[in-house]
């Protein structure tokens, strides 16, 4: 119901909200594709399961901006808890208009919360500005990197040294593991919007579980500094205002789309495509018609 | 001024936009980090540069959501070029609200085309949403995979199927790039929305050359398919459509960023970080109260 919208979500949403709607650790996995998130996310679940709560993963899959293709790989790899009642696991692909995912993340965070998951897992694939928007929306965001993939400039172009609150290393049996963690490093000496909280850089082999014992001691060291900083409760309601604010924009959205059935369009379109009006006075001159 | 925004830059678009406006050929170029998009798109120039036009490279560099820092790796690598005086070579980044490369990108190829490049290379970092929409923005769109990222599945999820003209398989000197090419072959198999235009799957080297003399042979092929096919206006149409929309958009943030320094913006954040009403209704509070 969440990831379609419409009126019966807004109920569900309005149910699931509120002073009660408290949630134990909401944490984010982001990393380009092929870091080995899933198998990461994998592991993080049976440290979570040791600790004792039920634990929900959402894996957002933005799919494909032009088709509503999703594949269910995340969910696939993660079958080793599939006989577990206390996990549960939701793909959520990338359905309908641009940002939709982003609006239906953090609500079906909150129903995961509702229904009892202690600690809820948020993994996206890739490291586009949704999916980082997505995972970073989290109290505690992991970002995978690999000797690979992650030298020190691409992590930085994708903007994820800003969203990391730890950074893991896997598939460290990879020769270049000790480089990336230095450049990690190096990069984190540079970062000047770097708080009271230096992300950790962990060096992991998700196969095999090595080092991923540490990542679940990470999360908890985290968690113990936003709650004695009090930066828990900040980064919730700049969570809270950014959604309402992510909420307008979607809202005034739907308007544009009510503009481009409207009477007017079609002239303006042909004003446009005939080239005698560029987008942005076609675009002005449809919102003052609209508007009268 | 076009990446900035503003009146100004809003003048420079209305000079730049008309029916002379024409533009050889716009070649998109995506794929992961790392995939070696830039020492590619650095053999393409030469291949275009070959043929004598002026060509022109918009480098898209979504660094970071959450700071405005722009690493001009791309620039580096393609100094090549660098004293060439028919190559422009310009790296834009993120710099503000999201969307805002989206808007700033087709501004920026009118530009170059208004100054007579007939080729233009887009190229961008990584494979979000906005990088792919930005890319698949093209006449012709290259996606840039290697034998160690690009399982099939992985370029599914990112949307790159739907938006590839033209797949290359890059580094294709490592293990496995048959076995990519293989991958690529049935995924396109099994796409229903293929039209009449099969993407070649390319192997290249670009970093020695190999194989990269055929990619542009491959961008003329599909060159000569989109004029042939009446596919090339149709392309170009649905683009400055879009763009409208995008702007359309734009402008209705604006009214969100007036919306949160209003009036009634303190009193429904209250309610909201309260916990007395979900972020729709806030939303909706919001926009009836300053609706009247």
């Known amino acids: 119901l969440v990831e379609r919208g419409g009126e019966r979500a807004r109920q569900v949403g309005a149910l699931t909200f509120g002073p009660s709607a408290g949630v134990e650790q909401v944490v984010g996995i982001t990393g380009a594709p092929g870091a080995g998130k899933s198998t990461l996310t994998d592991r993080v679940i049976a440290s979570a399961r040791a600790e004792g709560g039920p634990v929900g993963v959402l894996a957002v899959d933005p799919s494909s901006p032009y088709s509503g293709g999703a594949i269910l790989g995340d969910r696939i790899r993660m079958q080793g808890h599939a006989i577990d009642d206390d996990v549960f696991i939701r793909s959520m692909a990338t359905r309908g208009h641009q940002g939709g995912l982003a609006l239906a993340a953090p609500e079906a965070i909150r129903v995961l919360a509702a229904v009892g998951m202690r600690t809820i897992l948020v993994e996206t694939v890739g490291v586009g500005q949704v999916e980082v928007e997505i995972a970073g929306a989290a109290d505690t965001t992991l ?59 962990l060096l ?89």
């Open 143 to 201: 970002v995978v990197v690999t000797p690979g993939w992650g030298d020190a400039i691409q992590a930085s172009k994708a903007g994820l040294l800003e969203v990391a609150d730890i950074f893991v290393v896997n598939k460290a049996d990879r020769d270049g593991a000790a480089e990336t963690r230095r450049d990690l490093d190096n990069m984190l000496d540079l970062n000047p919007s770097m708080g009271e909280w230096r992300p950790p850089i």
């Open 204 to 292: 992991t082999t998700a196969v095999s579980g090595e080092g991923t014992d540490a990542v679940w001691a990470a999360v908890g060291d985290h968690r113990s500094y936003l709650v004695g900083s009090g930066e828990l409760e900040r980064r919730r309601e700049r969570r809270l205002v950014d959604e309402m604010n992510r909420v307008l924009v979607h809202l005034l959205e739907r308007d544009v789309r009510t503009l481009a059935g409207g009477d007017h369009f079609e002239g303006v379109k042909a004003e446009l495509l005939g080239r005698r009006l560029d987008p942005y006075q076609a675009a002005a001159r449809l919102l003052d018609a609209e508007r009268g």
